[in-house]
């Protein structure tokens, strides 16, 4: 069935470090656990400074979303195992 994925909570947010002006953002996502009708995804954010190619860790995010029909929008579809 079509679905849309909805973000239900922000779980946690952590600012590790500043990104300055003219650092590229690199952002990188998995899923780190699934549930009947929810996906837990962690969320990485790292900054490399261009000229000297050095990364650094800036943000770290834990998100939930669940899915919704697209056809009935008060309905949770089930989430197949990872």
Wanted: glycine residues 2%.
């Amino acid at each position: 069935e079509p679905c849309v994925a909805a973000l239900a909570r922000v779980e946690r947010t952590d600012f590790l470090s500043p990104m300055c002006i003219g650092e590229v953002s690199h952002v990188s996502a998995e899923i780190t656990y699934t549930s009947r009708q929810s996906v837990e995804v962690q969320v990485d954010v790292l900054a490399e400074n261009i000229l000297t190619g050095a990364k650094k860790m800036t943000n770290r995010a834990t998100l939930w979303y669940v899915p919704l029909s697209l056809k009935n929008v008060d309905k949770i579809i089930v989430v197949p195992p990872i």
